[in-house]
Every structure is written in C-alpha cells, then in structure tokens.
C-alpha cells in the first residue's frame, strides 16, 4: 500500500468517494475543525496507463482541482475547512498522448484550485509522506500556506528522479550525491530541503509506512496547530517561506532581488 | 558597396532585452537589476558553469498603449531558460510588486515572454521553490488585470513555467513555438524513442506547437514571428481584460474532453483538433 493511501487512511477516517481511483478524497476533522483530505495514489487499472504508478497526470490534476473547487464552493462565505494534501507523488507521467492533451493545464489546474482556496481564506496544510517530485508537487502541495513533512529516509523532495536527473545531466548518481553535498538544493532528502526555510515543520520521530497510535496523534497534532497558525494568520500568500531564520540563511540571493526590485521599482 | 543592415523583424531573431523593449511602448523601457549590477546566480561556478551578469531574465518596465506594464522576460539562449534563484526571484518578486500596486489601485500590465525549458537543474529545490510563488503571483494577480504569457520560440516553454503558462490569462503563440509539459527530449530519454522520436519535428509540433495550440483552445492567439504582430496581439489582450473564466479553471470542460477519450486508442494531432476544435476553444 503505498505512504499516501496509508497516511490518508489513518488522518480522513472515511471511505473516499468518487472519481479517478487514483484520487482520495474524504471530509473528516482535525482538532474539531473541519478538513478535506486529499491524495493521489496508484492504480493498476487507471484509464491513462503512464499514470498507474501514483503519477500525477492528466486525470489526477483536473480531479484534484474540481475536489478542491467543490469545497471552496460549498464553504461559500462561511466556515472554510481546512485542505489538506498528503503528499506521495513520484512525479508526473511522460507520454506523448498527455502532452497532446494539455497536462501542463491539467497540473495548473490544480495549482490554481489549491492557490484560489488559499487566497480565499481555506487553510490549506500539504502533509509531505513520501515522494513529492517536480510539477507533481507544485500541482499537490506546493500552494499550500503551511508544508509539514516526516523527517523519514523515504521522504524526497526534488525537481526530477535521481536516474534521470543522473541522464539529464550526464552525471553519475555518486557525482550528484557528490554535489548536494555542496548545494543543499540539489540533494534529495528532507532534511536538506528543510534548510531552505520553506517547511513549517518538519516531524521528527515518525514511522512513515506502520504508524501507530501515538504517532498519528502527534501528527494529528502537528496537523492541528498548522491549520490553526494559517487560520490566525493575517496573509493567505506564501511570503512566510522567505521570512523564516533558514530562508534568510539559504535564500540569501532570493531576498536580494526581492529588495533590489522594490528600490527601482517606482523608478 | 554596402549593404545597409536589415533592421531585425522576426522577434525569434532577438534577445530577451530586444524582445522587452521592442514590446514596450518606444522610449519606455526601463530595466530593473540590470545586467550591470551583476546579480548573478551564486550556485553556477560551483558546479563549474559559468553565471550570467542577468542570471538569464530581463525585468522591463515601461508602458503598454500608455499603461504602466512590467515585462519579464526569459533567455533562452542561457541555459535554456532554465530557472533558478536569481532569475525565479526576479520573476517572482516582479510579479509580487505589480500586484501590490494592484491592490493600491494602480494597476500595472504584467508580460512574460517564455523561452524556458523549467526549472534549472543545478539550482533544482530553489528554482522549485521560485517557481511555485511565481504561480502563486499569477494566480493573485489575475483577479486584478490580465496576465499574458508570449511563447514565441525558439526554445519554447515546459515544465514549470508550462504551468505558469497555463496559468496566464492570455497566451499567444506563433508557429514555431512550443507549449507543453515535459519536453520531447525528456520524454524520448524517459519513456523511450517507441513513445517520440524527438527529433521527428512534424510529430512534435502537431502535438504542442502554437498551431494545435491555439486551434485546440489549449493557448488564445496565434501570430507570425514578427515583432509588430507580437506586441500587437499583446496590446489587444490587455484590452479584451480578463476572459470570463481562466483556462486553468474549465474543469468541467477538460473532465468532459477527457472522459470521451478512449485512452487505449492511438491519439495524434490532427484528430484531437478535429474532436476539440468545434468547442471553441472553451474561451
């Protein structure tokens, strides 16, 4: 069973509905406040067979959005639950027939569901499991105001796999482990990614594939105090990944150009 | 006998800081962290490739018809587009001051011209990073003007900034450009020369050049390659103002394209357009 169907087994405690299989998603609550919890997992049997390994494709990116839409729809002016997106996705499919028919829209689709919902006042928490590569993570977890992660040697994050970055680049694997040693953002494990300042917490402690009980209760948690920390805070947009201490030490370059702009902005 | 130089009308001809300024309304343009200040990306030397003094992007600002606009654009001859700190932030943080004065009230014609293959591979998380508030941006900023991507070629636009591209309220094309996610190149190496022949250029095109593009309502305005047709095409989306509902946001249109696909069929160019041209293009 794959980390993201078993994480949102454990936190939705309900049975997902609807369509693609490949798409979980459930209502359930998180510290007495309501949540929607989404994932995307793999299915032998899904329609697009490029899709079948838990990518995020044509079918998940559009199934994503109209689930997030839905809610954020649903919720009108009132009470917004909080969206939360558990995060194992090992990337997006490579085929000629999903270029032809627009996944780069089927993944900015759900971009754009996730950032809407967000802007609108929906606290929405990504929950990094396992995997979380390239537009599959920009489409399912990086629009969200809060990332947590588990601090778990099977959590990845990164812009490509480690294989094909390695034929991309004309590297060996033993190279590009040599250089991530040097830039932290090139390197693969979470911790790395942690130091660029744009997780809200990173979970120590965790068993990522057999959770007990205790081990979902901090999560829950965790969960719990970053849906509240988004709901008090006073910006929906993602600024607060560049204020943090690590930012400020990693991100150096991003926060220069951002006050060099300001200065010659208005000329 | 001399020959005096043709002045240069195909924008594919130019250079990323040619193609802001011929956009821009004459005697406008101004550039933001130009390459004088060498803002240079910290990450390149290091794994032995030598920086660019503009890490690649060119924030222009100036006037479109008389409006305040911003224009960002990418590149491509320096790494391919690629993204990473320095060249996201710039786009990034562009795009966050527009809106800002957008929420002021002073609205401000955001322009990016697209010649990137994504995410730059050295830089990787952080161009990741830069790009998910580049998208961030867009998406809060389009409920105040419209935002219009150019994909003119000849590099093209994929991975993350497809979805940037995705995102705009207005794209315009010409022929020799390229729209999609992953890249004929990539998929070639990852999925196999059975699934494309990259180099089979009729084959590439048919799928995610301008044309099938814009007849298939995936982007809005088709164009020649020439510069006065471009900034032409640009000025009339800002005037048409936002379309009624985004691209990225016809769910039910896409669940329905998708839904009468048969998957296990072959698919190629020609018959998609014939299946989704009549739709109009959903706009």
């Not at chain 1, 690590?246 to 208005?266: F, I």
């Not at chain 2, 011929?22 to 933001?32: C, K």
């Not at chain 2, 000849?154 to 999609?180: K, P």
């Not at chain 2, 814009?214 to 020439?226: E, M, Q, Y």
Request: charged share 25%; aromatic share 4%; hydrophobic share 45%.
């Amino acid at each position: 069973m794959s980390r993201g169907r078993i994480w949102f087994e454990a936190l939705a405690g309900a049975t997902p509905d609807g369509e693609p299989a490949s798409v979980l998603c459930a209502d359930g609550t998180v510290g007495g406040g309501r949540a929607r919890f989404l994932a995307v997992v793999p299915d032998p049997e899904a329609r697009f067979p490029r899709a079948r390994g838990g990518e995020l494709g044509l079918e998940e990116g559009w199934a994503l959005a109209r689930r997030v839409r839905e809610a954020a729809a649903e919720d009108g002016d009132g009470d917004r639950r909080a969206l939360v997106a558990v995060v194992d996705v090992p990337g997006q499919p490579y085929g000629y027939r999903e270029e032809l028919l627009g996944l780069h829209l089927a993944l900015a689709s759900a971009v754009d569901a996730y950032a809407t919902a967000r802007l609108a006042g929906h606290p929405v928490v990504a929950l990094v499991v396992g995997q979380a590569i390239s537009g599959a993570f920009l489409a399912h977890g990086m629009q969200a105001n809060r990332i947590l992660a588990l601090a778990n040697p099977g959590v990845a994050v990164q812009v490509m796999s480690k294989r094909s970055t390695a034929r991309v680049t004309r590297r060996s694997v033993d190279e590009l482990d040599e250089i991530a040693e040097e830039v932290p953002a090139t390197a693969y494990d979470v911790a790395s990614f942690a130091r660029l300042g744009a997780l809200h917490r990173l979970i120590d402690g965790v068993e990522a594939d057999e959770p007990d009980e205790s081990e979902l209760e901090t999560v829950r948690e965790v969960l719990a105090e970053a849906i509240s920390s988004a709901r008090h805070d006073s910006s929906t947009d993602l600024s607060g990944r560049l204020a943090s201490p690590e930012a400020r030490q990693h991100r150096g370059a991003s926060l220069r150009v951002r006050e060099r702009l300001a200065e010659e902005w208005s000329g | 006998m001399t020959v005096p130089a043709r002045p240069k009308t195909r924008f594919t001809e130019l250079s990323a800081r040619e193609r802001a300024a011929t956009l821009l309304d004459p005697g406008t343009f101004r550039e933001l962290i130009g390459p004088f200040e060498r803002l240079e990306s910290p990450h390149l030397e290091p794994q032995g490739v030598v920086p660019a003094c503009d890490d690649g992007v060119v924030v222009a600002c100036g006037d479109l018809d008389g409006e305040r606009a911003v224009v960002l654009a990418v590149e491509g001859l320096f790494q391919g587009g690629g993204i990473g700190e320095v060249s996201g932030a710039k786009i990034a943080g562009a795009l966050e001051l527009a809106l800002r004065d957008a929420e002021r009230g002073h609205p401000v014609r955001p322009v990016l011209l697209l010649e990137t293959g994504g995410i730059r591979l050295q830089e990787a998380n952080l161009g990741l990073l830069a790009i998910a508030e580049i998208h961030a941006a867009i998406v809060a900023l389009r409920s105040h003007a419209p935002v219009v991507g150019v994909v003119a070629g000849t590099v093209g636009c994929f991975g993350g900034m497809a979805i940037a591209a995705g995102l705009c309220s207005h794209v315009v094309m010409t022929r020799e450009g390229r729209l999609g996610l992953n890249g004929p190149q990539v998929i070639e190496q990852e999925a196999g020369v059975a699934e494309l022949d990259s180099d089979d250029r009729r084959l590439v095109w048919e799928a995610i050049g301008g044309e099938q593009r814009v007849a298939t309502g995936v982007a809005d305005t088709l164009v020649a390659d020439d510069v006065a047709a471009i900034a032409g095409a640009v000025r009339t989306a800002f005037e048409a103002g936002p379309p009624a509902e985004h691209l990225s946001a016809q769910v039910e249109l896409y669940d329905a394209r998708l839904a009468e696909m048969d998957a296990s069929e072959p698919l190629d160019g020609p018959t998609l357009r014939a299946l989704w041209r009549d739709e109009g293009g959903g706009r």
